[in-house]
């Protein structure tokens, strides 16, 4: 049963899936078409890999190394969707003060089209080599940590 309460074992997934979220975001940057404009997208990839990692890989652990590297798998590709949706969202935001839609669900509708539009660069080899070499990494650390500090 997992427990509610703060433990090592998700100090260390939000920690090093932190970690995971800045190598992805940088080799995210790398291959965005405007790399300039690419903003706080390193520190905001980071803060989510805070959370996710506490909120998904925490919990995830005790069941063996194996399963952990299978979540660790699993966690670092929800990461990457949640930093893809919120690029997405702060670029729907920062159209939306331009006045540039029509109404709200046009504003809605447009954070799953940038999304789609985006998503490209999550096929890079940097970005999918971190996705499976991080996650695994990341995954391992934690249950190692869950067995260290119980």
């Not at 996650?135 to 190692?144: D, R």
Request: hydrophobic share 60%; with cysteine.
């Amino acid at each position: 049963m997992a427990s509610a309460l703060p433990t090592a074992s998700k100090l260390m997934a939000a920690v090093c899936f932190a970690v995971v979220g800045w190598i992805m975001a940088n080799y995210y940057a790398m291959n965005m078409p405007d790399a300039s404009a690419a903003g706080p997208i390193r520190e905001g990839a980071a803060v989510i890999g805070l959370f996710v990692g506490w909120a998904v890989m925490g919990p995830a652990v005790g069941k063996g190394y194996v399963e952990a590297a299978g979540a660790g798998i699993k966690t670092a590709f929800v990461l990457a969707v949640v930093a893809l949706f919120m690029l997405a969202l702060r670029e729907m935001l920062m159209n939306s003060v331009k006045m540039r839609y029509e109404g709200a669900l046009d504003a809605i509708l447009d954070v799953f089209q940038v999304m789609a539009q985006r998503s490209h660069g999550l096929l890079s080899l940097g970005v999918f080599g971190t996705i499976l070499v991080g996650g695994i990494a990341a995954g391992l650390l934690t249950e190692n940590a869950g067995r260290r500090w119980k």
